[in-house]
């Protein structure tokens, strides 16, 4: 038998590794003198670069609907305390370090989570939701992100009107799994986020142009069967466009899939590879 981690003893030993973490992650932060974005303004920023807006409740498998109820007060409660950020040249945009800790006390609710490529709840959960928005947002701009997390390579839920390719979402958690963006241009950029009745709204706004445009798209999209298992594939790529010429002069490849399908496959998954 596998032996356990000191974190899944019980959950008393769960909450005292995660505080660890928290604590390491705090004194990292301290050690590194990162400047982190903090001041706010309800003056948008003259040019968008970026604009998307994301459902707030969706139906994902078997997951309670309540938990997308709740989700939906989490975000409202998230979203302001990054409404209206400016990220000025040298500067790092943290969720955690504007969000902070999302406890009952705050108003937060039990939302859906996700641990080791598993569907869980607790509070503050579906604030995924607003990271992926955002690095979405990000991935169309020239800011470089610092911190990214993936979910555990799985694919949890079938597709329910997917906007963008599979495979860009993020993964949180308090504090010491962020998402962290750096200005490494010379132009300052803003973020813009509120929500309403159905969808999280987003707007990446700069102060200048930016030279590039970009295009992130999915490629080599498949099923395979290995084993008794089901795996989605595919790649993404972001492309970069001369503003003026409207060429393309840089694909990147920013990411693999090979995810775990965790749901049985709809009849409008018709062709799986077999692989050895």
């Given at each position: 038998?596998?032996?356990?981690?000191?974190?899944?003893i019980?959950?008393?030993?769960?909450?005292?590794?995660?505080?660890?973490?928290?604590?390491?992650?705090?004194?990292?932060?301290?050690?590194?003198?990162?400047?982190?974005?903090?001041?706010?303004?309800?003056?948008?920023?003259?040019?968008?670069v970026?604009?998307h807006?994301?459902?707030?409740?969706?139906?994902?498998?078997?997951?309670?609907?309540?938990?997308?109820?709740?989700?939906?007060?989490?975000?409202?409660?998230?979203?302001?305390?990054?409404?209206?950020?400016?990220?000025?040249?040298?500067?790092?945009?943290?969720?955690?370090?504007?969000?902070?800790?999302?406890t009952?006390?705050?108003?937060?609710?039990?939302?859906?989570?996700?641990?080791?490529?598993?569907?869980?709840?607790?509070?503050?959960?579906?604030?995924?939701?607003?990271?992926?928005?955002?690095?979405?947002?990000?991935?169309?701009?020239e800011?470089?992100?610092?911190?990214?997390?993936?979910?555990?390579?799985?694919?949890?839920?079938?597709?329910f009107?997917?906007?963008?390719?599979?495979?860009?979402?993020?993964?949180?958690?308090y504090?010491?799994?962020?998402?962290?963006?750096?200005?490494?241009?010379?132009?300052?950029?803003?973020?813009?986020?509120?929500?309403?009745?159905?969808?999280?709204?987003?707007?990446?706004?700069?102060?200048?142009?930016?030279?590039?445009?970009?295009?992130?798209?999915?490629e080599?999209?498949?099923?395979?069967?290995?084993?008794?298992?089901?795996?989605?594939?595919g790649?993404?790529?972001?492309?970069?466009?001369?503003?003026?010429?409207?060429?393309?002069?840089?694909?990147?490849?920013?990411?693999?899939?090979?995810?775990?399908?965790?749901?049985?496959?709809?009849?409008?998954?018709?062709?799986?590879?077999?692989?050895?």
């Open positions: 038998m596998k032996r356990k981690l000191f974190c899944e019980c959950p008393f030993t769960y909450r005292l590794s995660r505080e660890k973490e928290i604590q390491k992650r705090n004194l990292k932060d301290l050690l590194q003198h990162i400047r982190f974005a903090k001041k706010k303004t309800d003056t948008s920023l003259p040019v968008l970026y604009q807006n994301s459902l707030i409740r969706r139906r994902l498998g078997n997951v309670n609907m309540q938990l997308q109820e709740n989700k939906a007060t989490n975000l409202a409660l998230a979203v302001k305390h990054i409404n209206g950020l400016l990220i000025h040249p040298g500067e790092t945009f943290s969720v955690w370090k504007l969000v902070g800790r999302t009952r006390k705050k108003g937060y609710k039990e939302g859906l989570t996700i641990t080791k490529g598993q569907t869980s709840q607790g509070v503050g959960g579906g604030l995924c939701q607003l990271s992926n928005l955002i690095h979405w947002m990000v991935l169309h701009s800011l470089t992100i610092t911190e990214h997390h993936h979910h555990d390579r799985v694919d949890l839920f079938p597709d009107g997917r906007q963008i390719p599979f495979g860009t979402g993020t993964s949180i958690s504090n010491y799994i962020d998402y962290r963006v750096k200005n490494n241009t010379d132009n300052t950029y803003q973020l813009l986020l509120w929500v309403d009745d159905e969808y999280l709204h987003g707007e990446l706004r700069a102060e200048e142009m930016q030279p590039h445009t970009f295009h992130v798209h999915a080599n999209e498949f099923f395979s069967r290995e084993g008794g298992d089901i795996y989605r594939n790649q993404v790529f972001r492309d970069t466009i001369d503003r003026v010429t409207g060429r393309c002069i840089d694909s990147q490849l920013i990411r693999t899939n090979h995810a775990k399908v965790m749901y049985e496959c709809p009849p409008s998954i018709t062709e799986i590879i077999q692989k050895p």
